[in-house]
């Protein structure tokens, strides 16, 4: 299966789509999840979270957000251009209506004669599309208004998939924090324990100033830790098109990350591609380029232009003493004309090739997003497998060395183990859970861009 095959019969006659991709019938990551991909499974795939927080944000950001509100602006001004290239295969008319009144005084026998004179005309100027030049380029701008159209709902699934993300790494930072403010707790309580042996005279003052040194050093990476906070619900606000600080008191509340979604189907290549409003823009960019192409090279055919006018003059005579006369002349005429370029320069000849330029581009182009297409949805099968099998290890050894810490910090306490072992131990558990938790993050944001790698997120107009 080629990738040109989704866009069967969008050549004209004598145009053939060059370069064509062969889309693999099935996904090369043995990750993959057999079955139909189900559009309309995956159009609100946020909800398959479970966090209510999270569909909060995404239903004011899809309804708030300037992206999106742009986009929409952009469909209008596309319809309203498509408006102005339909209106060149209807004719003009235009009416103009006069007036005209003259009086004249005989001073030889004392009358005054006045006459009225009343035109209405109408004037008729079409350009007939002899070869379906016009008509091309009402095609093409069909197209540019699908394509606008595809590019909104892309804005959706961006959007959808960058708040989603932001928000797994608010949770994600938020989880880190509370795990080094356990973390800062535990040693602070082993600074407590080697005071008291100073005191009592079972240690010196150097292993004191080793559990200060390891308990400030600890405490120091907290700050980082609300800063990246503060900038992403930030990030979050203008996701979702208010002002920093209008979303802190919803976020303010930590919560658990997310739970990861069941395996979703992805189908075959060739559906997600289909499924992809950016791939199907592109393939209305490359469908409105080869009409502009065509209309371009029918340009150098002739042209018929008719134009007319028609016209209804009445003319009303009065004498002030007699009686009122009246008159109307209904008058027209029609001419045809047909035009042919013989010497314009080159101009015609130099704007095919500029739209058989652009028309070539856009296929590349087309090509290009299909090729991101197949590789982000690869990716992303791998993102989730490799984080799964790291995230099973890192749980593993996460409560491993929560159990080592404590059981150190007891036997510490009872003199089994020196300091070192001790500060050695908790230095092991921090540095494990916060791998865990940045491997859950990166486990969801993998989930994230499957989702948004199979077109999910854009909801129809």
């Known amino acids: 299966m080629v990738a040109g095959g989704i866009l069967a019969g969008c050549a004209g006659p004598r145009e053939t789509w060059k370069n064509e991709i062969e889309v693999p019938a099935t996904w090369q990551s043995r990750q993959a999840t057999p079955g139909a991909l189900n559009p309309a499974r995956i159009r609100q795939w946020w909800k398959r979270f479970n966090d209510p927080v999270l569909d909060s944000l995404i239903a004011q950001a899809l309804t708030a957000s300037p992206d999106i509100k742009t986009a929409l602006e952009r469909i209008t001004e596309s319809r309203g251009e498509r408006s102005v290239q339909l209106a060149g295969l209807l004719p003009v008319v235009s009416v103009n209506a006069s007036d005209r009144i003259d009086r004249r005084d005989e001073q030889s026998t004392g009358l005054v ?18 070869f379906g030049r016009q008509l091309q380029n009402l095609q093409a701008a069909t197209k540019d208004v699908a394509q606008t159209v595809e590019n909104y709902y892309a804005a959706q699934v961006t959007l959808t998939a960058d708040v989603a993300t932001a928000y797994i790494t608010l949770r994600g930072t938020q989880a880190q924090l509370e795990a080094l403010r356990r973390n800062v707790a535990t040693r602070r309580e082993t600074t407590d324990i080697t005071r008291w042996k100073q005191e009592a005279g079972l240690t010196d003052m150097l292993e004191v100033q080793q559990t200060v040194s390891t308990l400030e050093q600890a405490r120091a990476a907290i700050p980082s830790l609300e800063k990246t906070l503060s900038e992403t619900r930030n990030q979050l606000a203008v996701l979702c098109g208010q002002t920093p600080g209008k979303l802190d008191g919803l976020l303010a509340r930590s919560r658990p990350l997310p739970r990861v979604p069941a395996k979703i189907a992805t189908g075959i290549p060739s559906e997600a591609l289909n499924n992809r409003p950016d791939v199907r823009a592109a393939v209305d960019a ?14 150098r055919l002739p042209t018929l232009n008719l134009s007319g006018s028609f016209g209804l003059e009445g003319l ?9 006369a009246a008159a109307r002349t209904l008058a027209g005429n029609l001419m045809a004309s047909l035009a042919q370029p013989i010497f314009e320069g080159g101009r015609i000849t ?21 090729l991101t297409a197949l590789s982000e949805v690869e ?3 791998v993102a989730i497998h490799r984080t799964t099998e790291r995230l099973d290890v890192l749980r593993n050894a996460d409560t491993a060395a929560s159990e080592a810490s404590e059981l150190a910090t007891r036997q510490y306490e009872a003199g089994q183990v020196d300091l070192l072992t001790v500060l050695d131990v908790q230095r092991t558990q921090l540095s494990v859970e916060e791998s865990r938790v940045l491997t859950e993050t990166d486990q969801l944001n993998a989930c994230v861009q499957l989702y948004k790698s199979l077109g999910g997120g854009w909801q129809p107009l």
Request: no cysteine; net charge negative; hydrophobic share 45%.
């Open 286 to 299: 490359v469908l409105a380029a080869y009409h502009r192409k065509t209309a371009a090279e029918l340009e």
């Open 316 to 324: 009303r005579t009065g004498v002030i003493f007699s009686p009122e």
């Open 113 to 130: 004669t006045r006459s009225e004179t009343a035109n209405v005309s109408a004037d008729l100027s079409w350009e007939i599309d002899l």
């Open 379 to 381: 990716d992303a099968l």
């Open 350 to 370: 130099a704007n095919i090739h500029i739209n058989a330029s652009q028309a070539r581009q856009a296929v590349f182009s087309y090509q290009s997003t299909v």
